[in-house]
T-cell receptor, first 114, second 110 residues
């Protein structure tokens, strides 16, 4: 089944403790992206990747890192999480973001930073 | 900076009514506009629009883009309670990312 998976789905952590949210897709998509969704602010793009070893900042990259060593995986890394990073995070993928192709979203990761 | 504005932010109607959701945008080098439906989970794709004046239709949902006036509308006819969701509009433009509006929260009352 074609899908985007994220892990974990829920995470409660404390300020400063490094964490990684994994994202994997099985559709051989070149384009992958991370978003955070907050009440009243909608979905905002954090980072995206056009292909392996190519990553770019989105609208809200501060406090986040990503890597794209393999086509299928695009982990989101919070080196030193802070409470303002408490949010709902979505990973998405598509054939080619440049063409505005349909993005397939993962199920979301709800992160709480205490 | 790319900008997407959706209106209304929230809408409550009765089952059977027709609704129109609006999305206006400012973006450099516009490429496409997308509509998504989000229930209590990840957004699901509805439409992608790239050309002005061509209506896209799927069942009771339809959408059209006006590239001159920089907006799109999403119409839902004969609404059902299952249409209750947040509807998201997004555009791709100058950068390779996707910019979302804040969404319209639609509630269909039986």
């Amino acid at each position: 089944e074609a899908q985007v998976t994220q892990n974990p789905r829920y995470l409660i952590t404390v300020t400063g403790k490094k964490l990684t949210v994994t994202c994997s897709q099985n559709m051989n998509h070149e384009y992958m992206s991370w978003y955070r969704q907050d009440p009243g602010l909608g979905l905002r793009q954090i980072y995206y990747s056009m292909n392996v070893e190519v990553t770019d900042k989105g609208d809200v990259p501060e406090g986040y890192k990503v890597s794209r060593k393999e086509k299928r995986n695009f982990p989101l890394i919070l080196e030193s999480p802070s409470p303002n990073q408490t949010s709902l995070y979505f990973c998405a993928s598509s054939w080619a973001g440049r063409m505005g192709d349909t993005q397939y979203f993962g199920p979301g990761t709800r992160l709480t930073v205490l | 900076e790319d900008k997407v504005v959706q209106s209304p932010l929230s809408l409550v109607v009765h089952e059977g009514d027709t609704v129109t959701l609006n999305c206006s945008y400012e973006v450099t080098n516009f490429r496409s506009l997308l509509w998504y439906k989000q229930e209590k989970k990840a957004p699901t794709f509805l439409f992608m629009l790239t050309s002005s004046g061509i209506e896209k239709k799927s069942g009771r949902l339809s959408s059209i883009l006006d590239k001159k006036e920089l907006f799109s509308i999403l119409n839902i006819t004969a609404t059902q309670t299952g249409d209750s969701a947040v509807y998201l509009c997004a555009v791709t433009g100058g950068a390779d990312g996707l910019t979302f509006g804040k969404g319209t929260h639609l509630i269909i009352q039986p």
